[in-house]
Nanobody, 133 residues
């Protein structure tokens, strides 16, 4: 059973940093892309970043435009954990952050970075990130 557990959220002032963790179990970690998504109140869930999600290339990364240069995704395959280092946080980054998994092979045919939430599964419970101004 695919299981993903997020942690590391919290309350931080604008300009601050947080590191989110996504611990994975129940599947072969190297065969999957891991994505970070967020959902703010009243808004749809949006893709933030993913790893292993471009053309089936392990370790490939992608960031949505609003977080480029501020967020960094990385993975520790030995610990089956993906991290999202968030810096220069803004109030508009406030949301519940989720991680999810998709077969890395799907990124080969997808025709672009695989960061569509509908292509992902095994959703965790989410972790709240609140950025105060």
């Amino acid at each position: 059973e695919v299981q993903l557990v997020e942690s590391g959220g919290g309350l931080v002032q604008a300009g601050g940093s947080l590191r989110l963790s996504c611990a994975a179990s129940g599947f072969t970690f190297d065969d999957y892309a891991i994505g970070w998504f967020r959902q703010a109140p009243g808004k749809e869930r949006e893709g933030v970043s993913c790893i292993g999600c471009r053309d089936g290339r392990p370790g490939s990364t992608y960031y949505t435009d609003s977080v480029k240069g501020r967020f960094t995704i990385s993975s520790d395959n030995g610990k089956n954990t993906v991290y999202l280092q968030m810096s220069s946080l803004k109030p508009e980054d406030t949301a519940i952050y989720y991680c999810a998994a998709a077969p890395a092979a799907d990124s080969v045919w997808y025709g672009g970075p695989l960061l569509n939430p509908h292509e992902y599964g095994g959703w965790g419970q989410g972790t709240q990130v609140t950025v105060s101004s």
